[in-house]
């Protein structure tokens, strides 16, 4: 299978998952210079040196190949020794301009219904989509708080791997914590036959970063500023989510970014930008 350089835009990262080959994974999502959306999986993120640690929003360049076990139209393998960032992240300045510049190659859907059509059709299994109105956040205690057993063996499996990374990365193995909360984003979206009540999972690495961050601050007090950030705040600009599928279960739609550029002003809609009010 052709193996070829890649130059990508990242915006989406996952909280990492237990995994029997590397330990930890997260789904990396991006667009390319074509104007594509593409996916990386499996990614080790925390596993890797500490300069090939992209963000969200920066530019990466690596050799990458369609992946050979995930049938996705968009999925592809990342040599991991290739990685390199390119530049620091998108500059949010001049209300998002350059970050609009390149989210404007993205196709945005209004209906999650029309997504799935065009799953069906065509198979598409990354989609950007802007809802019509924030319902509610839901806030689910996970069936297990802990690891399982097997989830925990495959966490600590590769402390006995010392030819994949040396010892100052293993240690960062065990820290991965369970978040011990799912949470689901209600919202609407306006189709032509009404509006559609859709309910998602949120499995950005930014949302499990902000719930530890609330603990730490806050304890047991974290959940008020959490809805406030979630159903008060990012509403309030122009909220979309960036929706993957899950491998296993194709039909199956989960929130694996949020993307929330300030709302424009009717002057700088009308001058032909993106995302007018």
């Not at 991991?80 to 620091?88: A, I, K, P, R, Y």
């Not at 802990?146 to 499996?157: F, G, N, P, Q």
């Not at 902000?210 to 959490?226: G, N, Q, T």
Request: proline share 5%; with cysteine.
């Amino acid at each position: 299978m052709a193996v070829f350089n890649k130059r990508i835009l990242i915006l989406c990262k996952t909280y990492p998952s237990p995994s029997a080959k590397y330990s930890e994974t997260s789904c990396v999502a991006g667009l390319d210079e074509d104007g594509a959306l593409i996916r990386l999986y499996p990614i080790p993120f925390r596993l890797i040196s500490d300069e090939q640690q992209f963000k969200k929003w920066q530019w990466v360049t690596a050799k990458v190949q369609k992946s050979r076990n995930d049938h996705r139209v968009e999925s592809h393998q990342l040599f991991v020794d290739t990685l390199s960032c390119d530049g620091e992240q998108l500059s949010t300045g001049n209300n998002w301009q350059d970050r609009r510049h390149y989210l404007a190659n993205i196709p945005i859907f209004t209906s999650f219904t029309d997504i799935e059509k065009a799953r069906q059709a065509s198979g598409v299994t990354l989609a950007l989509l802007r809802p019509s109105r924030i319902v509610s956040l839901e806030i689910k205690k996970t069936e297990n708080p802990e690891w399982t057993d097997e989830e925990l063996e495959k966490l600590i499996r590769l402390q006995s791997q010392g030819d994949l990374f040396d010892q100052r990365e293993r240690r960062y193995v065990t820290k991965l914590r369970k978040l011990p909360f799912d949470f689901y984003y209600h919202f609407e979206c306006i189709t032509c036959d009404g509006t559609e009540l859709v309910r998602k999972k949120i499995v950005d690495w930014e949302i499990g970063a902000l719930y530890w961050k609330l603990v730490k601050s806050h304890k047991d007090r974290w959940e008020a500023p959490f809805c406030d950030k979630l159903e008060k705040s990012l509403p309030t600009r122009d909220l979309m989510f960036l929706l993957g599928t899950i491998h296993r279960f194709p039909d199956q739609w989960l929130i694996i970014s949020l993307i929330y550029p300030p709302k424009q002003q009717p002057s700088q809609a009308a001058q032909g930008l993106l995302f007018p009010e």
